[in-house]
């Protein structure tokens, strides 16, 4: 358990209201990651961020920004939510596992659907 | 082209059966290597790390093959809490990136 959690776990809005989701980690490590995850694309990375207030784009930022005031939080904004955007939204730490390799450790997930 | 490369199956196969799922990369420079494992509506989560050497962990076994750039995993005697998604991860030199596979879908069959 790597004690990352992320509010809210279930949100329903409708198209062009701004949405932000909450990932909180209470073991001070310094990346922090935003994937979304869809059927037939697998996880795609959003943003990630290497400390407080450096942040970078992945692969499908559009549409999406991104704030680390505090080492433990990690927001993710949906400027003006469109339906393509209804996905589960994951968030992630990178940490020293077993064996001393840096690998990855997921929240629970925010499953959002944009009417 | 993408990082990763998986089979999307699914694979459905019976209890005791013995499966394999492979996964291209296409940076040959890449240097960590991970199998997840992932429940329906759940997070993905660590299931084992991939060593040159190849690497067991009891029923799992995990291999590397950086000449034709795949990883596999061997699942022997399939039980029926092996059903999930199995998704491969690569992660190039940097250390802090890391790009997924889309994911193997496994069935385990009574």
């Known amino acids: 358990d790597a004690g990352i959690t992320q509010s809210p776990r279930h949100k329903v809005t409708e198209t062009g209201t701004p949405v932000t989701l909450r990932c909180h980690q209470t073991e001070n490590h310094r990346y922090m990651y935003w994937y979304r995850q869809d059927p037939g694309h697998g996880l795609r990375l959003i943003h990630y961020?290497?400390?407080?207030?450096?942040?970078d784009k992945g692969e499908v930022s559009d549409g999406y920004s991104v704030s680390r005031s505090k080492t433990e939080d990690f927001l993710l904004t949906l400027e003006s939510a469109t339906s393509s955007q209804t996905s589960v939204y994951f968030c992630?730490?990178?940490?020293?596992?077993?064996?001393?390799?840096?690998?990855?450790?997921f929240g629970p997930g925010t499953r959002l659907t944009v009417l | 082209r993408k990082e990763v490369e998986q089979d999307p199956g699914p694979f459905n196969v019976p209890e005791g059966a013995t499966v394999a799922f492979n996964c291209t990369y296409s940076n040959s420079a890449s240097q960590s290597f991970f199998w997840y494992r992932q429940d329906c509506r759940k997070e993905p989560k660590l299931l084992m790390s991939v060593y040159s050497s190849g690497n067991e962990d009891g029923r799992f076994t995990a291999q590397l093959n950086r000449a034709s750039q795949y990883i596999s995993l061997l699942i022997r005697d399939s039980k029926l809490s092996d059903s999930a998604t199995y998704l491969c991860v690569v992660t190039p030199n940097t250390g802090n990136q890391f790009y997924f596979g889309t994911g193997t879908s496994l069935t385990v069959i009574p």
């Open positions: 992630a730490i990178s940490a020293q596992g077993a064996g001393g390799l840096r690998t990855q450790y």
């Open positions: 961020s290497y400390g407080v207030k450096d942040t």
